[in-house]
T-cell receptor
Framework: DADVTQTPRNRITKTGKRIMLECSQT?????MYWYRQDPGLGLRLIYY???????NKGEISDGYSVSRQAQAKFSLSLESAIPNQTALYFC?????????????FGPGTRLTVL | GQQLNQSPQSMFIQEGEDVSMNCTSS?????WLWYKQDPGEGPVLLIALYKAGELTSNGRLTAQFGITRKDSFLNISASIPSDVGIYFCAGQRSIDKLIFGTGTRLQVFP
């Protein structure tokens, strides 16, 4: 079984709808992240959480919110989706491995907002 | 927000050729990482570099942490079809988050 899972894998929705993307991990890591990937822009950080009581904004948090329901679960919400939020979304987890904060990524959720 | 500049944006090479790509930043990093993303998958860590000047290999892959701490290079020798994918560099200053490069898309032809 995959260590980091994301649901759904694909979603098509309409402008104005509320959408939740879910992420679960079995690695026992404290840190979890949500990224957005757009063609030619690489991955950009939306939100991150270092433990259940810690939530931090990344560089592009506007229009998004998150919830850390448990150590293993970190969900991303779009309260009112808009077309420019069409992108590939990745969840990642990390735990210290030596001196580097190695991040492990889920398979991604492809979101299309019409 | 800051992003790292990666070049080239894309490469089309023949199987067996060597590949070089690099990543530059206007500011320094303490750690450089290289990831590969296969189609339909999330990025997977290839190599991690911890100090300036460090040269590290992982099979046919070799990466270097630039002396200025503002750049990093990845080389792939004797490319094979399964090397196809998008390669991302990432820089880290402290133990909080990564800054990713814009990616290099690699296509290998038999």
């Amino acid at each position: 079984d995959a260590d980091v899972t994301q649901t759904p894998r694909n979603r098509i929705t309409k402008t104005g709808k509320r959408i939740m993307l879910e992420c679960s991990q079995t690695k026992g890591h404290d840190r979890m992240y949500w990224y957005r990937q757009d063609p030619g822009l690489g991955l950009r950080l939306i939100y991150y959480s270092f433990d259940v009581k810690d939530i931090n904004k990344g560089e592009i948090s506007d229009g998004y919110s998150v919830s850390r329901q448990a150590q293993a679960k970190f969900s991303l919400s779009l309260e009112s989706a808009i077309p420019n939020q069409t992108a590939l979304y990745f969840c990642a987890t990390s735990g210290t491995s030596g001196i580097v904060d190695t991040q492990y990524f889920g398979p991604g959720t492809r979101l299309t907002v019409l | 927000g800051q992003q790292l500049n990666q070049s080239p944006q894309s490469m089309f090479i023949q199987e067996g050729e060597d590949v070089s790509m690099n990543c530059t930043s206007s500011s320094i990093f303490n750690t450089w990482l290289w990831y590969k993303q296969d189609p339909g998958e999330g990025p997977v860590l290839l190599i991690a570099l911890y100090k300036a000047g460090e040269l590290t290999s992982n099979g046919r892959l070799t990466a270097q942490f630039g002396i200025t701490r503002k750049d990093s290079f990845l080389n792939i020798s004797a490319s094979i079809p399964s090397d196809v994918g998008i390669y991302f560099c990432a820089g880290q200053r402290s133990i909080d988050k990564l800054i990713f490069g814009t990616g290099t898309r690699l296509q290998v032809f038999p």
